[in-house]
């Protein structure tokens, strides 16, 4: 039992190592500017909130010590040594401070694995080269230090679970057979969602547990083979209403929350067709195979599985027009070593000045060109906390019916996202009322009026922009019109010359470095 001078000595300790792992995990160093200071502060107490609720206390103030001048936040932690303390002595007293010290510990796991866990689905039509390119990527995210975690194709599975009678006994009227063929569509859906989220939950595990090795992991990469949002392609849309009906939830939520990345591998039936084939990867010869495709129903499915993701927001095309097979492989891991800040992938990216177009008259040309599948749109905010932290808010535009994402994003000294993580949107707007607080009160202290606030830049930084995100042929265009409809920049990831892969009606200009 702890006496209790040690228990008086041990709540300032405990207050201190609270701050310290909560700074280290918002800023993987020790707090150096007034910004990243408050966001660890804001941390630190909220770690102290979850402290208390471990041992039953009653939750200590609410405003955040970054929001009270110096006084009063000496006060305030003179409150939360006082409650620290207290409950050091009631877990000691009831045997509980292993149980408090784990709670804790695996709350500082947590914070420092939040945005490095990546969830990327690599998906496309039948015979696309899924699994060999998986097998590339799996091998090359080891050798970059890298865990990494896999998900077979659920239908695929299910196929051989069923001995082969999955899709005869359920698609036996074809598939308008609606109600039968949903019923199939919901249990694969329901499968594919539990064994997805608990290798997300091992992948957050196991990179925690590992943080502190001699040789802590870069993060850690789920790769899917398929996502839910791929079942979509296979059901007509009266089907798949039925299946979100029977889940009780959208296309939005399942698209949005559940994946970081999707990388789209074009079936080799389109543009490839000498090597299109009914055999899988590792089935060849041993098993019956569940790809029954012909080329041009594989074509099909190809198209509407490339539109089912298509309001995805980190979308990546990799096609067969003008590579080889080796191309398409070695352009598959750039893509993803892109996605993971490798800098030697950056010329994958290709950024252009394009003739200004408005938001509207591009999503009017797209739907004009009998080239392009698909147009959708969306609004961005960006606020600027400080200049190594933002916040980005993502709604659809034009309509749209996706869901509104919040982010928080770290950025390197040139502004470039080098980490972000999801939010909800109480989180997010805590962030801004906890930065603007704080703001306020220096501005208050300096004497500043409420009139002067803008001027002494009381306000966060922010930009808007509307984004036009289209296919044209193998590749997915973003087009990005600023807020005063001055510029527009035109992203494309291509190995091909950026100009050489724009529709006509998008006059390129210059080359942005990226």
Known sequence: MWSAVARRAAAPAFIGSLASFTAYSYCEKPARTKEQAEEAAAAATAAVVVAAAVA???????????TLTKEQADGQKQVLQALLGQMIDDVDRTGGVGELQQAL?????????????HRVVITGGPCAGKSTIMSDLVQM???RNYLVFTMPEVATEMFKWSDGKMWDDFSAQGLDDDPVWASLQTSLTRVQTVIEDSIVHMAH????????????????????????????????????????????????????SRYDHVIHLVTAANGAEQY???????????????????????????????????ETKSHFIVG????????????????????????????LMQKLQCAYLPPEV?????????????????????????EKSRLQKTSPGNGGAGAVLYFHQDLDADGHVVRQYAMDYWT????????????????????????????????????REDIVIFAFGDNRIRCRCSEDRSQLEVEVCSSLPAEQVLPPWLRHVKTTPV
Request: net charge negative.
């Open 56 to 66: 039953g206390q009653k939750q200590p103030p609410q405003r955040t010590l970054s």
């Open 105 to 117: 510990t695996k709350l500082e796991d947590e914070l420092w694995a939040r945005g490095r866990v």
């Open 141 to 143: 995210l080891k050798e």
């Open 205 to 256: 595990r196991s990179l925690s547990k590992r943080r502190k090795g001699p040789n802590p992991p870069e993060g850690a990469v789920v790769l899917l083979d398929r996502g839910v949002i791929d079942n979509v392609a296979y059901c007509t849309d009266e089907a798949w209403a039925m299946v979100l009906e029977d889940l009780g939830t959208t296309t939005a939520r399942l698209r949005d």
């Open 276 to 310: 299109y084939t009914l055999e899988q990867a590792g089935h060849e010869g041993s098993e019956e195979s569940a790809r029954s495709e012909t080329p041009e129903q594989a074509r099909l499915l190809d198209g509407r599985t490339l539109s089912a993701w298509q």
């Open 320 to 347: 067969n027009a003008g590579v080889t097979w080796p191309e398409k492989r070695q352009k598959a891991k750039a893509i993803l070593g892109m996605l993971l800040g490798d800098a030697s992938s950056g010329g």
């Open 362 to 386: 591009i999503l009017a040309e797209a739907a004009a060109d009998g080239e392009i599948p698909w147009a959708v749109s969306e609004h961005v905010k960006v606020t600027y906390l400080s």
């Open 428 to 463: 997010y707007t805590q962030k801004l009322r906890t930065v603007l607080s704080s703001r306020s009160d220096a501005l208050a202290k300096a004497g500043v009026g409420d009139s002067d606030v803008a001027e002494w830049g009381g306000q966060l930084r922010e930009v």
